[in-house]
């Protein structure tokens, strides 16, 4: 009878072993088929400018994603397949080429005309520190007094945006070398993420590295004009497994300018790799 009973036991074993198994196994087939037709790889590319005054005759080279020579991305612009994200009223159209230069192969903007102000915005508070009143004003609106006063500064802001997907995995673990970085790159060197993702919080990977880069600006603008122009390109794999999880790379460079330009300008430049989950 014991012994009828433990062979019970053992045949109930291996049955609830083998639904477990299949199960798994089933969850298993049934979490890839899901992860493969959920993956996707892209590539983003961001162009910001903020000026507080307007440029006259403006001709921009700004750096752009480069592969093996070439700019997938920068083809797009070129094209106008972007999307344009903008605070400026009646903006001057801009016109994209992708130009060889000294420095390696660039995105160039031309326009007439890239119109930018400076809005005030004037914040009030009670004596508690409780905001009262907003309100946009003019240079000579703002009080002498700035108790329970202060002024924020908007200055006009384009964005562009255009994006691209890739067939393959991005490598986001080692992007330099095997995948579009923005260009040109100098004096490549790796440093302590922490500092740079308090300077540019685009920059979020496990490794982090500065570069030095440049900007070719002319145009005209009264001495008290400052142009603020970056650069921002995102590398990611995307997938579905209970949720959406990706990695990816990020690379960016920026620039201030002031007053009028007719030549190269020094920007800075830093990317980070291996961001995000990996499965």
Same mark, same amino acid.
């Given at each position: 009878m014991k012994d009828g009973r433990m062979k019970q036991a053992a045949v109930a074993f291996v049955a609830?072993?083998?639904?477990?198994?299949?199960?798994?196994?089933?969850?298993?087939l049934w979490a890839s088929m899901v992860y493969e037709?959920? $993956?996707t790889h892209s590539y983003e590319y961001?162009?910001?400018?903020?000026? *507080? %005054?307007? $440029?006259?005759?403006?001709?921009?080279?700004?750096?752009?994603?480069?592969? *093996? %020579?070439?700019s997938e991305i920068g083809d797009l612009f070129v094209e106008r397949d972007v999307y344009e994200d903008t605070d400026a009223e009646d903006a001057s159209p801009w016109e994209y080429s992708l130009v060889p230069?000294?420095?390696?192969?660039?995105?160039?903007i031309r326009a007439e005309q890239i119109e930018g102000r400076e809005r005030i915005i004037l914040r009030e508070f009670d004596d508690d520190g409780r905001l009262t009143r907003v309100r946009e004003v003019d240079e000579d609106e703002i009080p002498d007094d700035m108790t329970n006063f202060d002024v924020v500064r908007h200055p006009t802001r384009y964005t562009r945006i255009a994006g691209v997907e890739s067939d393959g995995s991005i490598d986001t673990r080692s992007p330099l070398g095997n995948e579009p970085m923005l260009s040109p790159k100098d004096n490549v060197s790796e440093v302590d993420c922490s500092a740079v993702r308090?300077?540019?919080?685009?920059?979020?990977?496990?490794?982090?590295?500065?570069?030095?880069?440049?900007?070719?600006?002319?145009?005209?603008?009264?001495?008290?004009?400052?142009?603020?122009?970056?650069?921002?390109?995102?590398?990611?794999?995307?997938?579905?497994?209970?949720?959406?999880?990706?990695?990816w790379y990020s690379d960016h460079v920026r620039s201030t300018l002031v007053g009028e330009h007719d030549g190269w300008t020094a920007a800075e430049g830093a990317y980070s790799e291996e961001a995000g989950s990996y499965r």
């Open positions: 609830v072993a083998v639904v477990v198994v299949l199960v798994a196994g089933g969850v298993w037709d959920s $993956l961001e162009l910001n400018m903020e000026a *507080n %005054g307007t $440029l006259q005759n403006a001709t921009l080279y700004v750096p752009v994603p480069v592969e *093996n %020579g070439e230069t000294e420095r390696g192969l660039m995105l160039e308090h300077e540019v919080p685009f920059i979020t990977g496990e490794r982090c590295y500065v570069y030095a880069s440049y900007v070719y600006a002319d145009y005209e603008a009264s001495p008290d004009t400052h142009v603020s122009l970056s650069a921002r390109l995102e590398g990611s794999n995307s997938w579905w497994i209970g949720g959406w999880n990706s990695n």
